[in-house]
């Protein structure tokens, strides 16, 4: 760590090393139980499929042309049950190269099942993520310049988990263009392309931030590319919050005034218990304000706007804990401003005296 780092830089480089590795436990926890149930559901006999059977399976794929779709279908079912799967489908050398071979080759029918093997596969460990990346990234780039929808859609999903799998992998995909092609499909007139597209982007910004592999002109290029859906969508609001960790964006951030606007969108997330959506919405939004709260431009917008308060007001009284965290975190950035100007805002804009009733209820909450 260089000696000439700031203690704001030094305290958000610790906090994205921190969350990538609980990130990264987050994914294996989801990965595990996405192939329990897509399994499940997928294999109509419920039968678990050994090893074994994906080793005939994946000999077959690699020595007889007339691998069928209902052998695929077998294949994708195996691979979603157990990562043992994976694991033994790239211990057959020369199967990954006869399933690109399927997922480049003429026969459309057999496109999209050999893109499901390959999202499947991309759910594996770093190993066969790096193995998988190396093999067929380019290919599965290339197609994110078609027309088929659900295929692209595959494709941006696979390539999204390889990007979040490790900076190896990352880098890879980065140097062959992934994300001048991501950016570009966040404009597709498909709800589900846009989605597909921020679900891969998101893991795309996690790695890169983590390997410090991304420029300060890179960072703002998806800045300009992204904040204009934070409205509309969840997955926008989570990209931006991973880019306002970055002091290079804040101003980017604050010229499209994302300050005011995640302020507004928090007043529209009245938190309901049963919505998932929207607590993870709030929960972005909230870090973004806190991330950007130490910039004096954040700060001073925060305190002079007239809903903040109201705002913060009813994220104290959230019924999830870390909202509540979340929401002190960002009240004490504010109240322990460096700077006497702002710190005397606070006091003349009765920001504190707002609040201070609230505070010592929802901090003995907190401990």
């Known amino acids: 760590m260089s000696s000439e780092e700031s203690p704001v830089e030094m305290l958000r480089k610790n906090n994205r090393e921190v969350e990538y590795q609980a990130r990264q436990e987050h994914r294996q926890m989801q990965v595990n139980s996405m192939r329990g149930t897509l399994g499940e559901v997928a294999n109509s006999q419920k039968r678990v499929m050994t090893a074994l059977e994906v080793k005939t399976l994946a000999e077959k794929l690699k020595h007889k042309s007339n691998f069928t779709v209902h052998d695929f279908m077998l294949l994708n079912h195996a691979l979603m049950q157990h990562e043992e799967n994976v694991i033994a489908f790239f211990r057959v050398t020369g199967a990954l190269h006869a399933l690109v071979q399927k997922l480049t080759g003429q026969n459309a029918s057999l496109q999209l099942p050999a893109a499901n093997c390959c999202c499947n596969l991309a759910l594996g460990n770093e190993k066969s993520c790096l193995m998988l990346t190396k093999a067929a990234a380019p290919y599965l780039i290339s197609h994110l310049n078609g027309l088929n929808n659900h295929l692209l859609e595959i494709c941006i999903w696979t390539l999204g988990n390889l990007a979040g799998s490790h900076v190896k992998s990352w880098t890879i995909l980065h140097a062959q263009g992934l994300l001048p092609k991501l950016l570009h499909l966040i404009t597709s007139s498909s709800s589900d392309v846009v989605q597909a597209t921020l679900y891969a982007l998101t893991h795309y910004v996690k790695t890169g931030l983590y390997g410090s592999n991304l420029n300060s002109a890179l960072l703002r290029n998806i800045v300009m590319n992204v904040h204009h859906l934070m409205e509309r969508e969840e997955s926008a609001c989570w990209i931006i919050y991973l880019l306002s960790c970055c002091t290079e964006c804040c101003e980017v951030l604050l010229s499209k005034s994302v300050v005011s606007r995640a302020v507004s969108l ?81 006091k003349s804009s009765s920001f504190e005296d707002s609040l201070e009733p609230l505070l010592s209820d929802v901090i003995s909450t907190v401990l």
């Open 266 to 346: 928090l007043g529209q997330c009245k938190i309901n218990m049963d919505c998932d959506i929207k607590v993870s919405k709030t929960t972005a939004l909230v870090r973004i304000l806190g991330n950007l709260s130490v910039n004096n431009g954040a700060a001073e917008l925060l305190l002079t706007s007239s809903s903040v308060v109201s705002v913060l007001h009813m994220l104290l009284a959230s019924p999830y804990l870390h909202i509540r965290r979340e929401t002190l975190w960002l009240i004490g950035n504010l109240l322990n401003y460096p700077t006497a100007e702002v710190q005397l805002l606070a």
